[in-house]
């Protein structure tokens, strides 16, 4: 009797955490944590708690316990852990029943979440952070970033590590990925993760579209400007192109006119008298 209750309330708890829908979009800007109700019901009360870097239990912020606010002042926990950085979740209660907790991230790079920006390019991601962050400034190659990154809707598992900005190759073209980032101390992590930013991964076909576009350009200005200029100078400037071509010498008029036998032109042109006429008759 005693095993069937005690099985019965356990069913209740996986349940419970089961049904209750958690807090949604919870964010957390300048120690001010927000999030949104996740049901319509109205007996929804929620539970902020932090935990410090050095441990890796979780402890309720005081003044937000079971609170019916959708936002939190966790400034106390500033306090709380030798560098002022925590990291943050908000579960949902109703009627006994408990949601999943969901951390908090933060959309603005501070001394506590590093500042990210994206670049997607064929076949890869980068991922631009700042190698000069006050962790960094602080802790010098003891504070890292870890940068978790995945196909957008599962649970970006995967990570590397770096102390400035990352390039993650070999990424599906067409997909999209998404990424988030998290200061490391000594290989534990500080703070709110940075919030998730994602980027369609360009493929080879876009870089084809993309050369078609530079060609149609190309030949666009090639038919609207050269042809016509070409046009113009045929045209107009006929007179002048003819005196470009004469050539600088002139040909004399007998040139290629005579019948070929090299004595006959001479006997012709020279007179027999000329030294030139004996050097080339003695060749002959
Ligand atoms: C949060 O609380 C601190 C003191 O605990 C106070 O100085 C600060 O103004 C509060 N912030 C907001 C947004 O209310
Ligand atoms: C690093 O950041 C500080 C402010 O956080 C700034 O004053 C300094 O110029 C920066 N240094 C470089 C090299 O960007």
Redesign the pocket.
């Known amino acids: 009797m005693l095993r069937i209750f005690l099985w019965i309330q356990a069913f209740v708890q996986v349940l419970s955490v089961v049904t209750l829908a958690p807090p949604q979009n919870i964010h957390v800007n300048k ?2 944590l927000t999030w949104t109700h996740a049901s319509e019901k109205e007996d929804v009360s929620y539970t902020v708690q932090y935990r410090s870097f050095d441990t890796s239990v979780w402890k309720d912020v005081q003044a937000c316990v079971q609170t019916f606010s959708t936002s939190c ?1 966790v ?2 926990t500033k306090a709380e852990s030798e560098h002022g950085c925590v990291m943050l979740r908000v579960r949902a209660e109703r009627q006994g029943l408990t949601s999943k907790p969901v951390k908090a991230c933060s959309r603005h790079g501070d001394s506590c979440t590093p500042e990210v920006s994206l670049t997607a390019r064929p076949g890869s991601l980068t991922v631009f952070l700042s190698g000069n962050n006050s962790m960094a400034l602080e802790y010098a190659d003891h504070a890292k970033h870890r940068v978790y990154y995945g196909k957008e809707g599962e649970s970006l598992q995967k990570y590397e590590d770096a102390l400035y900005s990352v390039s993650i190759p070999g990424l599906e073209e067409g997909q999209r990925y998404c990424i988030r980032v998290q200061y490391m101390l000594y290989d534990k992590p500080v703070g709110p993760e940075s919030c998730t930013q994602c980027e369609v991964i360009p493929g080879s076909e876009y870089e084809r579209q993309q050369t078609a576009i530079i060609t149609a350009v190309v030949v666009v200005v090639v038919v609207l400007i050269l042809i016509p200029a070409i046009a113009y100078i045929l045209i107009f400037q006929r007179g002048r192109i003819k005196k470009c071509l004469q050539p600088p010498c002139k040909i004399p008029d007998n040139f290629l006119l005579e019948p070929f036998p090299e004595h006959h032109i001479l006997s012709s042109t020279s007179s027999p008298s000329e030294e030139r006429y004996d050097v080339i008759t003695a060749m002959e």
């Open positions: 120690w001010q002042n400034t106390s």
